[in-house]
C-alpha cells in the first residue's frame, strides 16, 4: 500500500497567517491527490484535487501544488472558518490512502 | 443534486456481521466512470478507506481488511451495500458513503453513520 504521511500533525496559527501543510506518499503518485478539510462533527469537504485543482466554491486562499510523492496545500492567509482538520488523499493506486491529519489550532 | 445517506444499525456486537446500506440520489451507478465507495472514521482518529464499487462492478478494497468487507450494489435501487464480518470494538467508527470520480476524487460524501461495536 501507498503510505501517506502529513507534517505537522498539528500547527498553531493566527488568522491572517500563510500556512502550510506537507503530504509525502511512499511511492509516487503522480498528481493523484486530494486534500480535505474536516470539521468535528461533519463529513469532510474536498478543497483540491488532481494536487493543484481547485474544487468548485472553495475560497482561492486554498492552493496545492506537487507532483510525484511531495505535496503541499497553502492558506494565504488564515480565516477563522479554517481552523479545522486536513487530510490529503491518494486515489493514484489501490487502495487508496489517506494521511493522518493536521489539525489547525487557534494560536 | 447528489446526495448519498448511509443506514445502518447503530450499535453491534463483537463477532457479528455489519450491514450497511447507501442510498444515493442525483447520479446514476450504471454510468461510465461512475463509482460509489465507504470511508470511516474511529472517534478521534483519522480517515481510512475501505471499499468502493465502480459502475462495471469492478470492486476495490482495503488490504487490512479484504478479508471482512464485501461491497455490492443495486443499481435499480441506487444503493451500495457494504458488509463487515466479525465486528469488534476497535471497529466502533463513522462510516461514510461517498461518490467517487476518478479526476476529482471525493466529491460528494454523505452525512456519516457511528456505529458502536459493544457488548
Known amino acids: 500500500d501507498v503510505q501517506m504521511t502529513q507534517s505537522p500533525s498539528t500547527l498553531s496559527a493566527s488568522v491572517g497567517d500563510r500556512v502550510t501543510i506537507t503530504c509525502r506518499a511512499s511511492?509516487?503518485?503522480?498528481?493523484?491527490l486530494a486534500w480535505y478539510q474536516q470539521k468535528p462533527g461533519k463529513a469532510p469537504n474536498l478543497l483540491i484535487y488532481k494536487a493543484s485543482s481547485l474544487e468548485s466554491g472553495v475560497p482561492s486562499r486554498f492552493s496545492g501544488s506537487g507532483s510525484g510523492t511531495e505535496f503541499t496545500l497553502t492558506i494565504s492567509s488564515l480565516q477563522p472558518d479554517d481552523f479545522a482538520t486536513y487530510y490529503c488523499?491518494?486515489?493514484?493506486?489501490?487502495?487508496?490512502?489517506f494521511g493522518p491529519g493536521t489539525k489547525v489550532h487557534i494560536k | 443534486q447528489i446526495t448519498l445517506k448511509e443506514s445502518g444499525p447503530t450499535l453491534v456486537k463483537p463477532t457479528q456481521t455489519l450491514t450497511l446500506t447507501c442510498t444515493f440520489s442525483g447520479f446514476s451507478l450504471s454510468t461510465r466512470g461512475v463509482a460509489v465507495g465507504w470511508i470511516r472514521q474511529p472517534p478521534g482518529k483519522a480517515l481510512e478507506w475501505l471499499a468502493l464499487i465502480y459502475w462495471d462492478d469492478d470492486k476495490r478494497y482495503s488490504s487490512s481488511l479484504k478479508s471482512r468487507l464485501t461491497i455490492t450494489k443495486d443499481t435499480s435501487k441506487n444503493q451500495v451495500v457494504l458488509t463487515v464480518t466479525n465486528m469488534d470494538p476497535l471497529d466502533t467508527a463513522t462510516f461514510y458513503c461517498?461518490?467517487?470520480?476518478?479526476?476529482?476524487?471525493?466529491?460528494?460524501w454523505g452525512q456519516g453513520t457511528l456505529v458502536t461495536v459493544s457488548s
Open positions: 488523499q491518494q486515489y493514484n493506486v489501490y487502495p487508496f490512502t
Open positions: 461517498v461518490r467517487y470520480d476518478s479526476t476529482t476524487a471525493v466529491e460528494y
Open positions: 511511492q509516487t503518485i503522480t498528481n493523484w
